[in-house]
């Protein structure tokens, strides 16, 4: 057998509610309620309840202004009056709405304001208004909905000249590539035996040619490439493949660079799983990442080349002796055209963006590139490439 919870009620068997509570005891309650709340007689005369009439809008208790309605602003007249008019004849509460209310002071307050119909009610007689100060919050929200409109229209315009950036550089990227691959076609046929033996000198001329439109063409190509790669149109060629034998290749590729600068390269490729990448992607960003260690290495230095599976990605370290890369340029390695200071006192040519551009291919194939460096002790960069699908 149960027992049910002792509960406090009347002599009528049910518990209390408001209607029971004593005069003393409803007046303290509408004396602490910090909502506006007013009654509106049929005639519309009207009478304030609550003390917050007073301290909020800071007129006296009886109230002076002929009619409510001439403390509302103007462009909310219409919606008080309908909100009165539909409370007249039923005594649900109605949904609420802002008006604004004019202070002793001139200044005009934010109400969240319902009404309820009470004129049938002997004691009341009259349509009760309930009116919350919502000032500052609709302040906070106007201002918010203020700033992610600006927000949206930044962001708008920023895409804007996004799409116009890429327009000019591969409207540029056109008109330069079409002039140096005649000058280099040109450099070619000056350099064919049939055309005629060159004199050293002229031969040296020719090399000129050749080392300097190869160095626009490339530069040409990588502004190219990171513009597609920030509008997204950088389609990939994922497949199968064996991350060892691209090291290996790209190791033999720059062999013949490293031993005309005086550099030493040393490869240490372990054997290890399949994974997916786009080749031509990755031998670009071993192209970037080896011709740096060359670049920046002095004569005599030493890159070493690193590459295994670990932990279901392949890791490839390429780790030279070569100047290094300064603290304080270390955040900016990745903003594009910014070289380290080091490199430009020492006349060491380059784009700055070649770290760039790798970084952005390896993100795509969902793998990271990460850069150590102390000036003067050399750099340290690891490409990590996982062995699923990009």
């Not at 106007?142 to 700033?147: F, G, N, S, V």
């Not at 784009?351 to 291919?361: D, K, P, T, Y």
């Amino acid at each position: 057998m149960g027992v049910e919870p002792a509960t406090e009620r009347g002599d009528n068997g049910r518990r209390p509610g408001a209607d029971d509570l004593s005069p003393g005891l409803l007046h303290a309650v509408v004396a602490s309620a910090r909502s506006v709340i007013v009654g509106v007689r049929d005639d519309c005369s009207w009478f304030p309840i609550s003390p917050a009439f007073a301290t909020l809008l800071g007129y006296p208790p009886d109230g002076e202004a002929a009619s409510l309605l001439d403390l509302v602003h103007p462009l909310d007249r219409p919606a008080a009056s309908a909100m009165f008019g539909a409370a007249r004849i039923s005594p649900v509460v109605s949904p609420p709405i802002d008006l604004r209310l004019r202070t002793a002071s001139g200044h005009w307050l934010v109400l969240e304001t319902v009404a309820s119909g009470r004129l049938d009610d002997p004691e009341i007689g009259a349509v009760l208004f309930y009116g919350r100060d919502v000032t500052r919050q609709r302040q906070t929200e106007l201002a918010l909905r203020a700033a992610q409109q600006e927000l949206r229209e930044r962001n708008e315009s920023l895409t804007e000249l996004g799409r116009l950036k890429n327009e000019f550089v591969a409207g540029v990227s056109h008109e330069l590539r079409s002039p140096l691959t005649v000058i280099l076609s040109y450099a070619h046929l000056l350099s064919d035996p049939e055309q005629g033996e060159l004199t050293e000198g002229q031969q040296r001329f020719v090399e000129v040619i050749n080392r300097n439109a190869g160095r626009m063409i490339r530069l040409i190509d990588d502004l190219t490439l990171l513009a597609r790669i920030e509008s997204g149109r950088l389609p990939l060629s994922p497949r199968p493949g064996l991350p060892a034998a691209l090291v290996e290749t790209a190791i033999a590729d720059y062999e013949p660079l490293a031993e005309e600068a005086g550099v030493t390269l040393r490869g240490e490729v372990r054997p290890g799983p399949l994974a997916v990448f786009d080749e031509a992607r990755l031998h670009q960003v071993m192209a970037n990442v080896l011709g740096n260690a060359i670049k920046f290495s002095v004569r005599g230095g030493v890159v070493t080349v690193l590459a295994g599976c670990h932990d279901r990605e392949w890791r490839i370290c390429v780790a030279d002796t070569g100047i290094g890369i300064p603290d304080e340029d270390l955040e900016y390695l990745f903003t594009p055209f910014t070289r380290g200071t080091n490199t430009a006192r020492a006349g060491i040519p380059g784009s700055g963006l070649g770290l760039v551009v790798s970084r952005a291919i390896l993100d795509l194939h969902g793998g990271a590139l990460d850069v150590t460096s102390k000036k003067g002790h050399g750099t340290t960069v690891t490409i990590r490439l996982p062995l699923g699908v990009p």
